[in-house]
């Protein structure tokens, strides 16, 4: 039996690798907020902003699928050491881009190398029984928050924007910094929970993979109700500073300390909430109210007359985020076969992914030629047929019991 299938050795993997999570996604907040700040120091357009973020999607979607795939062929110990490691390179090269359009092409590359969240949650469903998974992921969420919580702030105290693109070196390599710490913690602490038998399972094409999702009655409901959600708030994402900046006066400091104190949110929203919820009420009906909450919170931040008021519009959105993505993940893993965890979880990262290309870019166009508001506007409205499928999501939970 290997270590990780015994209780104690299931909870030393979950505890290193939540600290491998927050560590990494220190890294990540330190530059997700400055990424706008930092285009409009090459010059670049509200539009071309929005690429910058798209291109991290772009590559991230041709990587979930097939590093999720290859983890569950070849382990998730060395695809996680790969993908970290390239990730601090990345973060290396964005700080030293000469231009826009090599910022954008190291950014596709950081995608690429950044698409293991599937193979993150698999790891957790290797080590965890179905009946935990939703408050096993919500830990995996609170350890992704706590790490904005200290990313975004360090960003905004190490960024000098009116250094131009050379004040945002600091904050970058910092990331970087911290991808590799992330990457050290893996080879160190970190146990495989794939073993030979799993290398045998025949790998199938992603078209007959994705066709046999679909067909899911609650997983095929999932993931189309997750893409439309994330490509509303992908654009509150790529944009959110431009909004800020332009109805407040903030720059990154600001930025940076709001993303701190919503990361706290979230970490205490995911580590202490979601997982009792989910077990009394089960994840789909969680799910319905988390996305019931990141709508009115979206509502709120569109009608907003002051920043603590935009403000309260934010933390709502946060909490129902709690509430709604470890929900997500939970009954996608719940509902797949246990030897295609990375597979299934791989094809709904993608599926994010490409809800992350479209709605920046959307998001980007809007701010610029519609109104500032219009990318709230939007994530506010495709809430409604994300409600409609986490209902009937409910409904088929319900009936299979």
């Known amino acids: 039996m290997p270590p990780s299938a015994t209780p104690d050795g299931a909870r030393r993997a979950i505890v290193a690798l939540l600290a491998v999570v927050f560590v990494n996604m220190a890294g990540f907040g330190v530059v997700i907020p400055l990424l706008p700040f930092y285009g409009r120091a090459f010059h670049a357009s509200t539009f071309q902003i929005g690429v910058m973020f798209s291109a991290f999607a772009v590559g991230q979607l041709f990587a979930e699928s097939f590093w999720g795939r290859l983890s569950d062929r070849i382990g998730r110990r060395p ?74 702030g360090l960003g905004g105290l190490l960024a000098k924007p009116s250094a131009g693109v050379a004040g945002f070196q600091a904050p970058l390599l ?86 701190m104190a919503i990361g706290v949110t979230g970490a205490l929203g ?57 929900n997500i993940s939970a009954l996608i893993s719940q509902s797949a076969p246990a030897e295609r965890q990375g597979e299934v979880l791989g094809l709904n990262m993608s599926m994010n992914c490409l809800a992350r290309i479209g709605g920046p870019l959307w998001a980007s166009a809007a701010f610029a030629h519609i109104s500032i508001g219009a990318p709230f506007a939007t994530a506010a409205a495709l809430i409604a047929p994300g409600l409609l499928l986490a209902q009937q999501v409910t409904a088929r939970v319900r009936m299979a019991r």
């Open 79 to 152: 695809v996680l050491l790969a993908t970290i490691s390239g990730a601090a390179a990345a973060y290396v090269g964005l700080a030293f881009a000469p231009n826009m359009a090599i910022a954008c092409l190291v950014r596709l590359i950081g995608g690429f190398m950044s698409g293991n969240i599937s193979t993150i949650q698999g790891y957790i469903a290797d080590v965890t029984p179905p009946l935990h998974r939703p408050s096993r992921l919500g830990h995996l969420g609170a350890a992704f928050s706590m790490g904005f919580v200290t990313g975004p």
């Open 174 to 259: 910092a990331a970087a910094a911290l991808a590799g710490l992330a990457a050290l913690c893996v080879a160190l602490f970190v146990r495989e929970t794939r073993h030979e038998e799993h290398a045998k399972i025949q790998q199938r094409p992603r078209l007959e993979v994705a066709r046999e999702a679909f067909a899911h009655p609650v997983i095929g409901r999932t993931l189309i109700a997750a893409f439309i959600i994330i490509s509303g708030f992908a654009g509150i994402e790529a944009t959110y500073g431009l909004w800020t900046q332009a109805r407040f006066g903030w720059g990154p400091r600001q930025i940076g300390f709001a993303f």
């Open 270 to 326: 995911q580590g202490l909430i979601t997982g009792p919820l989910a077990r009394q009420f089960g994840p789909a009906r969680v799910l319905t109210w988390g996305l019931a909450m990141v709508g009115t919170g979206m509502l709120v931040q569109l009608l907003s007359p002051n920043w603590p008021i935009a403000m309260a519009g934010f933390f709502t959105v946060s909490f129902g985020q709690c509430l709604t993505f470890p």
